[in-house]
Antibody, heavy 130, light 109 residues
Framework: QVQLQESGPGLVKPSQTLSLTCTVS??????????WSWIRQFPGKGLEWIGY?????????DYNPSLRRRVTISMDMSENQVSLNLSSVSTADTAVYYCARVAMTVVRGVTRSFYGMDVWGHGTTVTVSS | ENVLTQSPGTLSLSPGERATLSCRASQSVTNNFLAWYQQKPGQAPRLLIYRASSRVTGIPDRFSGSGSGTDFTLTISGLQPEDFAVYYC??????????FGGGTKVEIK
């Protein structure tokens, strides 16, 4: 079955860029029918959607407007990986970062089906501190 | 932004009892694209319910979801020891397209 594994530095200095990778095994990230998402969970336990990416021929991304200026999500088909870059980090970005598969279909910008985030990685803790 | 408000914040119940968790949206949830997740300490959330009332394969039938529009409910009938956890609702639609509720903790009384 599909498994996701997040990786990246556990400590990032303020103002630097946080870079994480989600390696997908047991399935192709370009097979269609699924979006690949990043979500974070703050120490107070709240969950925040960061953004997602989809590729089946063309690549689509969407980001949380609150993070759009600082976030980029990309895919490496050859490595079957999804990456997250978050620039200009501050202590407010300290969180557990998860990647997840989103089962949904979008036709001409309209979501036709949404079956939730059905596969999650274990998460990776990122602390922003000098 | 479609804000999801979950209540109560904490539910203290005994094994075997029925748990009723509420999720209220600030705007109508498009096509009832509302999901429920369970999270245990040190673990990622696990999908239980999608489209408000459809149970994921392998999830016990004591978990059920209901509701539409802005009011949704997750019911756990006959709490088992492994059900004590935090539960989150999530919706898809609007901007940002995905938002989560603040969670309800179901704890042992």
């Amino acid at each position: 079955q599909v498994q996701l594994q997040e990786s990246g530095p556990g400590l990032v200095k303020p103002s630097q860029t946080l870079s994480l990778t989600c390696t997908v095994s047991g399935g192709s990230i370009s097979s269609g029918g699924y979006y690949w998402s990043w979500i974070r969970q703050f120490p107070g336990k709240g969950l925040e959607w960061i953004g997602y990416i989809y590729s089946s021929g063309t690549t689509e991304t969407d980001y949380n407007p609150s993070l759009r200026r600082r976030v980029t999500i990309s895919m490496d088909m050859s490595e079957n990986q999804v990456s997250l870059n978050l620039s200009s980090v501050s202590t407010a970005d300290t969180a557990v970062y998860y990647c997840a598969r989103v089962a949904m279909t979008v036709v001409r910008g309209v979501t036709r089906s949404f079956y939730g985030m059905d596969v999650w990685g274990h998460g990776t803790t990122v602390t922003v501190s000098s | 932004e479609n804000v999801l408000t979950q209540s109560p914040g904490t539910l203290s119940l005994s094994p075997g009892e029925r748990a009723t968790l509420s999720c209220r949206a600030s705007q109508s949830v498009t096509n009832n694209f509302l999901a429920w997740y369970q999270q245990k300490p040190g673990q990622a959330p696990r999908l239980l319910i999608y489209r408000a009332s459809s149970r994921v394969t392998g999830i016990p039938d004591r978990f059920s979801g209901s509701g539409s529009g802005t009011d949704f409910t997750l019911t756990i009938s006959g709490l088992q020891p492994e059900d004590f956890a935090v539960y989150y609702c999530q919706q898809h639609g609007g901007s940002p397209p995905i938002t989560f509720g603040g969670g309800t903790k179901v704890e042992i009384k």
